[in-house]
């Protein structure tokens, strides 16, 4: 529970402020007198612990108990004293003084009981509710008021009025100032009475008293103010006493009463290196969590470029000239505490927002590298302004956010920048004819993106028992060189399947000379890299020579090793291309059995694969399975040709039937991530377009991406997860180990295939029309990765809940898209039951064929499903409908009211899943 004053910040008094000649009383009815502890701490505390038999934790949290009502102070409380005389004996005198400090030990043992009853009473309520009603009980007051002090603003706030006074208004303000207690039984008589501050609560001849509350640093945290009406009996010198007894000893419990968030955990939490996306989303949260506010906001401004960002969930350019508040406190270097953003001169609402709230503004100043970083906080939710507390601990926080953000952005750039090289990479080689050309535009991709000065690839030659050299890049002039076989760090590459990053080369043990003497070559830092197959065999190692800044190669550097060392295995097997021409022509043979020479060249349905049988092809009930074989490619026909895919971009039967044999020979046979699951949710995705009438408001180039998405979304995969490929250390796996793994081959896979001259759907493009569908391809087949899978459901539910989409706008129309591919790529969940059933199974055999592998490896389970041990099928598909899917299908049925239906049929499928449950638990 919160304590009302958990966030209170600690000002300054010193002791000197607080001598005994203050004791003495201000004249007439009004009493002030500085309040002080006396006596031992420890002993105190320890008597309120022995009376009340209560352990009091740290901050009070988290215990309830039943709180009796405090009793009232009265005059029978008291014990009857005989009165001292001067002609009494020393007898009497001493019995005179036993009497008195019985007197003393009893009202003294009396107020720690009532105090205890007051620290009881926090433990289930907030810490104004407890000391309002404690007072009340005990003074017999009508009215209590806890003024809670705001310093950055020099006001106090009553959460009960909910209103604020300064610190030099009325009554309140002025028991601030003096720090003494005022006790008055006309209110409107004392000098500092006012209408405005005080005309509500004690008017005119009401007795009123207020007393301030200091802290464990003597710091004034509060005033408290109690009134009476006008005929009740004024507050007696017995009050007095208690209050003077209570305000020592909340004084000496102030730092559990008033606890303060400590932003060390925050800072670890936020102290990491990701990515940019994913580290804003974390930061956002848990400072909003942290400093209880409607928002946050990181700002920077760079004073060198003159450019000023915004980073909140995401990274946003924005204007100086627009900047509002925050771009008045960088420029200025200042820091801001407002009550209300509106009230200051600098508000702007296209980036201050047209709410009428509070903001905090922290500067923080980064003079090497000329950056000014800002922490914006907006919409308190405990006060109508930020305490001193949230200013302190956002000045602390500040600058580990800003190094955090820096790091992620380096490894954001580090990525991004490399990623649409290597596509173009990509394209650029898929163009070469022969192994060789192939091989080497490879390898001189790799040098120019690593930066090295040589690089060299070998393979293992059996003939001659060592390694050959067989394609190179850069500073070597060696055409024809071999290894012994196991010498050497490429022996050591070969034998034990591992990278080696070696800093300096020619110390290293293993170093072989021979090469580098031939080419009187001066090696420094080596990156050797082991080429692996499907089978985990080294089929090639590639060597990195001497980057260029003189450095040890980066990780960066081995990532972009990896994306490559798949595509090069392809090579060196040569599989695909020692049959490149047989391939060749028993495509020709295939494409003759279904199209006739007449239909070649029309953007038609050949005869032979139209399918009147095919009715409910855009239909939730579609099973796909049953037409595995021929009646798959007259899907993709129908379909395509459904939405005059065809017709529109010049696609003949021959050129679109090669293209779908081609594909399909690309994709592997697991039991479910295989050709039939690329049709079927090719199926689900057209039937989503179908229903939506998305087709009328996608640009044919987008849905032409689309499609071609949905049938390569998965071209290549071998049946393993993310997970598997990067515990197993697999090419996909080392490939970008942070990123989507084998959804990014899975682009390159398609990338390839459709760069070739007989499979080129996309010939017709133009070069801008031809980048918008590449791009729009890659989105969405990344967007299928279940890593990114919360992320992206997180940030759709954000956007449709702060706007309405808009259709006109491509992003908009793009991010809808990725959550109908999402949903069609698991979209078995929510065919008919079953459909769905037997869908289960097929996807469950795949998880058991996984698990079989990593127990092989000797790896723990990727997830509890690998394992065909102690398995509950429908416990485990009611989970993953409760987290996933729901969540999905719920989420695009706010896009597209009319998938309801599809919502609805999981919805169905869930609870026939927890009927099987029960039924099996019985």
């Known amino acids: 529970m919160s304590l009302g004053l958990s966030s209170i910040p600690l000002g300054n008094m010193g002791a000197a402020e607080m001598t005994h000649s203050n004791r003495d009383m201000e004249v007439s009815s009004v009493n002030c007198f500085p309040l002080r502890p006396t006596g031992s701490h420890a002993n105190i505390g320890e008597k309120i612990r022995r009376s009340s038999k209560l352990s009091i934790p740290f901050g009070l949290r988290g215990i309830p108990s039943n709180v009796t009502k405090l009793p009232p102070l009265n005059d029978s409380d008291k014990l009857k004293i005989p009165k001292y005389n001067s002609c009494d004996t020393p007898s009497d005198q001493s019995q005179v003084g036993v009497a008195r400090l019985q007197d003393k030990l009893s009202q003294t043992d009396k107020f720690g009981r009532l105090f205890t009853q007051f620290i009881q009473s926090c433990y289930s309520t907030e810490l104004h509710v407890a000391i309002e009603s404690t007072i009340a009980s005990i003074t017999k007051a009508s009215n209590v008021i806890f003024w809670q002090d705001v310093p950055s603003v020099k006001q106090l706030y009553s959460r009960k009025l909910e209103k604020s ?217 405990k006060l109508p302004i930020f305490t001193n507390c949230d200013e302190e601990n956002s000045k602390i926080i500040l600058p580990f956010l800003a190094t955090s953000i820096q790091n992620c952005m380096k490894i954001n750039n580090s990525t991004s920048n490399t990623e649409p090289r290597i596509i173009q990479m990509f394209e650029k080689i898929s163009k070469e004819d022969n192994n060789i050309s192939i091989l080497n535009e490879t390898l001189k991709a790799i040098t120019e993106l690593t930066k090295s000065d040589r690089t060299v690839l070998y393979t293992n030659d059996a003939n001659n028992n060592s390694y050959q050299i067989i394609a190179f890049e850069g500073n070597m002039n060696i055409t024809n060189h071999f290894v012994a076989k196991d010498k050497g760090i490429v022996g050591r590459t070969f034998n034990e399947k591992k990278v080696f990053n070696i800093e300096n080369a020619s110390e290293d043990k293993d170093y072989d000379d021979s090469l580098d003497k031939k080419s009187n070559y001066e090696i420094k830092s080596v990156l050797s890299y082991p080429i692996l197959n499907n089978e985990e065999d080294v089929v090639a190692a590639i060597q990195l020579s001497n980057k260029e800044d003189q450095n040890q190669f980066s990780q960066t550097d081995i990532k972009i090793l990896s994306l490559f060392s798949k595509f090069i295995s392809f090579v060196v097997e040569n599989d695909q291309f020692k049959t490149q021409e047989n391939n060749s022509l028993q495509q020709d043979d295939e494409v003759s059995q279904f199209i006739s020479k007449d239909e070649e060249n029309k953007f038609i349905i050949p005869s032979k694969l139209e399918n009147s049988k095919i009715s409910n092809i855009f239909d939730l009930e579609f099973y796909t399975i049953d037409y595995i074989g021929t009646g798959l490619f007259e899907i993709a026909f129908k379909i395509f040709n459904e939405f005059g895919i065809l017709e529109k971009f010049q696609i003949s039967s021959s050129l679109f039937l090669k293209f779908l044999l081609k594909l399909r020979r690309n994709y592997n046979n697991p039991p479910y991530h295989n050709w039939t699951h690329a049709i079927d949710v090719l199926q689900y995705v057209s039937y989503e377009i179908k229903l939506t009438n998305s087709h009328n408001h996608l640009k044919s180039q987008e849905l032409l991406s689309v499609l ?215």
């Not at 006074?165 to 006790?183: A, I, M, P, W």
């Not at 968030?261 to 939490?269: H, T, V, W």
């Not at 998405?709 to 996909?732: E, M, S």
Request: hydrophobic share 40%.
């Open 165 to 381: 006074v300064s610190y030099q208004d009325g009554l309140v303000g002025h028991t601030y100032s003096s720090r003494h207690l005022v006790k008055t039984d006309h209110a409107q008589k004392h000098s500092a009475w006012t209408v405005q501050s005080d005309q509500q609560i004690c008017p005119n001849d009401t007795p009123v008293l207020l007393f301030p509350l200091w802290d464990f640093r003597d710091n004034v945290v509060a005033v408290v103010e109690a009134t009476r009406p006008p005929r009740d009996p004024f507050f007696g010198q017995d009050i007095e006493e208690f209050i003077e007894y209570f305000t020592q000893q909340f004084r000496l419990y102030s730092k559990w009463l008033l606890p303060t968030e400590n932003p060390l955990d925050l800072i670890q939490d936020l102290m990491v290196a990701s990515k940019l996306e994913d580290f804003l989303l974390d930061m956002s949260e848990k400072l909003i969590n942290f400093f209880k506010c409607r928002f946050a906001e990181i700002w920077c401004f760079d004073t060198k470029l003159q450019m000023l960002q915004c980073f909140t969930t995401t990274q946003k350019p924005m204007e100086l000239k627009n900047s509002g508040i925050v771009g008045y406190c960088l420029i200025n270097e200042c820091q801001l505490n407002q009550q209300n953003s509106k009230w200051h001169k600098a508000y702007s609402p296209d980036t201050d927002g047209s709410q009428s709230e509070n903001i905090l503004v922290n500067v923080h100043i980064d003079v090497l590298s000329g950056k000014k970083w800002s922490l914006v906080l907006r919409g308190s939710q």
């Open 708 to 922: 071609v998405a949905a049938l390569c979304h998965d071209v290549g995969h071998q049946g393993f997860n993310n997970a598997y490929n990067i515990n197993v250390k697999t090419p996909f796996g080392i490939l970008f180990k942070d990123t989507s793994v084998m959804e990014t081959f899975h682009c390159a896979m398609a990338i390839k295939i459709l760069q070739e001259d007989d499979t080129n759907l996309f010939y017709s493009l133009n070069d801008n029309d031809l980048s918008n569908v590449w791009s729009w391809i890659i989105h969405l087949i990344l967007a299928t990765d279940m890593a990114k899978h919360f992320k992206l459901i997180k940030e759709m539910n954000d956007t449709i809940s702060s706007r309405n989409l808009d259709m006109e706008s491509e992003n908009d129309r793009l991010c809808c898209m990725e959550m109908i591919m999402k949903v069609a790529d698991i979209s078995n969940v929510s065919r008919p039951f079953f459909i769905a059933d037997k869908w289960c199974d097929v996807l469950q055999d795949e998880f058991w064929r996984q698990g079989d592998m990593e127990k092989q490896h000797e790896l723990s389970y990727s997830s509890p499903l690998m394992s065909r041990e102690g398995q509950n099928k429908a416990k485990g598909q009611i989970g993953f409908y409760k987290a996933v899917c729901i969540p999905l299908y719920s989420l695009v049925a706010r896009i597209f009211p009319e998938l309801n239906k599809s919502l609805d049929s999981v919805n169905a499928n869930l609870k026939e899943w927890e009927r099987i449950d029960a039924q099996n638990s019985a």
